[in-house]
């Protein structure tokens, strides 16, 4: 399966710890996104990339978080210093470059803190 | 609490029945509409899009329909199957204003069960 592929799956922590999640994106496509869902909500847009260029973050995204896309392939999104509001899905999107390209979504890293 | 948010509209439905998901968009800029599925402990699949320019499009046993004079978007699933069980969301997004190329916005959600 070539899809959009999260690692981990499920990553429980202690409040205050750093976490990182990587995400491999579909090999061709070049635009990659992160999103944040909550319990019963649709995903919440927090940042993405053009090949290695990070072009727009939320305001979601406080400065606990960073997303990096070194070679413009796999990305990590890390959270430092870890709060209780950050337990949620988190996930990763891919499309091709274009206005109207669909983005495909992997099976994300649920994140729980104690 | 855990339980806000989990109100999400519900359409239940019986297996071969046609299903119609509603969702109410807000940005009268946005141009490009997706159509999800999200089955539990999964991302959201891809169904179908939908460009501004059209007010229909079909897919395999789906059809969505735009009407952008009270922004309105519909997904029909024509002889809905235990499978098709899931939360379906639409998304928009807006491409004409130049500062948000990325964001997808969500709606709701619609909790669509199929009885056999």
């Known amino acids: 399966d070539t899809g959009v592929s999260q690692d981990p799956r499920h990553k429980i922590t202690k409040r205050g710890q750093n976490v990182t999640f990587r995400c491999d994106p579909i090999?061709?496509?070049?635009?990659l996104y992160w999103y944040r869902q909550t319990l019963g909500q649709g995903p919440e847009f927090l940042t993405y990339?053009?090949?290695?260029?990070?072009?727009?973050k939320s305001r979601l995204l406080s400065d606990r978080f960073s997303a990096e896309r070194p070679k413009g392939s796999f990305s990590t999104l890390e959270i430092q210093r870890t709060e209780q509001g950050d337990s949620a899905m988190y996930l990763c999107?891919?499309?091709?470059?274009?206005?109207?390209?669909?983005?495909?979504f992997g099976d994300g890293t649920r994140l729980s803190i104690l | 609490g855990e339980s806000v948010g989990l109100h999400l509209p519900t359409l239940s439905v019986q297996e071969g029945d046609n299903s119609i998901i509603n969702c109410a968009y807000s940005?009268?800029?946005?141009?490009?509409f997706i159509w999800y599925k999200q089955e539990s402990g999964k991302g959201p699949q891809f169904i179908i899009d939908?460009?501004?320019?059209?007010d229909k499009r079909q897919g395999q046993r789906v059809t969505v329909l735009l009407n952008k004079t009270v922004k309105h978007l519909s997904l029909q699933i024509a002889a809905t199957q235990p499978g098709d069980s899931a939360v379906y969301f639409c998304?928009?997004?807006?491409?004409?204003?130049?500062?948000?190329?990325?964001?997808?916005?969500f709606g709701q959600g619609t909790i669509l069960t199929v009885h056999p």
């Open positions: 990339f053009q090949n290695e260029a990070q072009l727009e």
């Open positions: 939908i460009r501004s320019n059209m």
């Open positions: 998304a928009e997004k807006d491409n004409a204003g130049g500062t948000s190329y990325g964001k997808l916005t």
């Open positions: 940005n009268s800029a946005s141009d490009y």
């Open positions: 999107a891919s499309s091709l470059t274009g206005s109207n390209q669909p983005q495909h």
């Open positions: 090999s061709e496509h070049n635009r």
